[in-house]
């Protein structure tokens, strides 16, 4: 039997989960909660071995039985390491025939129904348990957030749960009074906006001659236009994140063309506010924007006047993705739909498995892209519906 390989704590990511959709079964998925040193929850690596004892019998107990030795061995190592033991975040330790990852889990992992805590969890089937993990792998896991305001920006890099603030580049002024705007600017007065390589030092950007009412505005539109070109090279392709009160996120918007700023935002100053609520804010903002992009694909499933290419039957479903016909999958998130694996899929020889996960790691698997969505805003009748490529 081919030997296991893989690689110990990473973070999970979106190329991680389209690895993780490639492995063949029988695949062994255990999802251990984040801990806290001093916590009452006990031990993490008593919970690790208790998992695998578990995974042990129920191998045991089926048709497996050749995979038990082999699969088992590795994971008890895992469970002698010194992370297993100390407080961090959450991991998923991932075991198939010819892979074992352990991947550091993404903030915001499934938390128990009961005890609305992070909850432990183990599955033995034909595919890895993906499908509580889709949403926190292919939200923006880096980007930058800019705090808008005339009177002060703020510019922050935010990357897997954590915030810092960084400095404005030297082309873009910190306000509009840096930047050379008045507020009541006379008629006759060429009016210049600063930029160039530094606050003390920048080159006259011409705006014009405005009346009073539409100097304020129009300044505001050009000082954001500076900022605009002066962020271009830091944010070098990456996506941002807008931050602020409605009418200055929107001015920002109207005057940028910036092609990568996300759809959602932070609403409100954000001037005075401490780095750690800015970060939260900024993991709700990001889950929003991958939320609205299924949403999106919800509303031209439901629209498609090709209905050929659209599909909600979830055996159907998993069949079509298994032949690599799936583009888009909208599923409900928070479920499990168990039944009988279609037999070209099966590996694990189970009683019935998880078909919505396999449907989602089989699309992720052909490249689809899969939005894991509410119950209250996919279909009632279906936990399930895919746009075909064909």
Request: charged fraction near 25%; include cysteine; charge should be negative.
């Amino acid at each position: 039997m081919t030997p296991i390989t893989g690689t110990v704590h990473r973070r999970l990511d979106a190329g991680a989960l389209r690895l993780l959709a490639d492995c063949k079964g029988p695949c062994v998925t255990m999802l251990i909660p984040e801990h806290h040193p001093g916590a009452q929850a006990g031990s993490r690596k008593t919970l690790v071995r208790d998992l695998i004892q578990r995974a042990a019998r129920q191998l045991a107990e089926g048709k497996l039985k050749t995979y038990a030795s082999h699969l088992l061995a590795s994971m008890e190592a895992i469970a002698e390491e010194g992370e297993t033991e100390a407080g961090g975040p959450g991991f998923a330790i991932f075991c198939s025939p010819r892979v074992l990852e352990v991947f550091d889990l993404p903030c915001g992992t499934k938390k128990s129904q009961h005890t609305g805590k992070p909850a432990e969890k183990l599955t033995i089937a034909s595919h890895f348990d993906l499908s509580p993990l889709v949403e926190r792998a292919f939200v923006p896991q880096e980007f930058f957030i800019l705090g808008i305001s005339r009177k002060h920006l703020r510019l922050f890099r935010y990357g897997n749960g954590i915030c810092q603030e960084v400095p404005l580049p030297p082309k873009v002024p910190v306000s509009v009074e840096v930047a050379g705007a008045f507020d009541q600017p006379d008629h006759d007065l060429e009016n210049r906006s600063s930029s160039g390589t530094s606050n003390g030092s920048m080159r006259a950007v011409h705006f014009g001659t405005l009346s009073d009412r539409e100097a304020a505005g129009e300044y505001l539109y050009h000082f954001f236009g500076i900022v605009d070109q002066g962020l271009k090279e830091t944010l070098a392709g990456g996506p941002l994140l807008l931050a602020g009160v409605h009418e200055e996120v929107a001015a920002y918007r109207r005057a940028a063309k910036y092609p990568h700023i996300l759809e959602s935002e932070i609403h409100g100053n954000i001037e005075f506010l401490p780095v750690e609520e800015i970060a939260q804010h900024a993991v709700d903002a990001a889950r929003e924007h991958y939320r609205r992009a299924g949403r999106r694909v919800l509303a031209e499933y439901r629209e498609m006047a090709d209905r050929s290419r659209a599909m909600d039957d979830l055996n159907d479903v998993l069949r079509a993705a298994a032949a690599g016909r799936v583009h888009r999958l909208c599923a409900r998130e928070g479920i499990e739909i168990h039944g009988c694996m279609v037999p070209e899929l099966d590996s694990a020889h189970a009683v019935t498995e998880d078909l919505l996960n396999a449907a989602v790691v089989e699309t992720l698997r052909h490249g689809g892209e899969v939005f894991m969505l509410p119950k209250d805003q996919m279909p009632a009748s279906h936990p399930a519906a895919a746009i075909l490529r064909y």
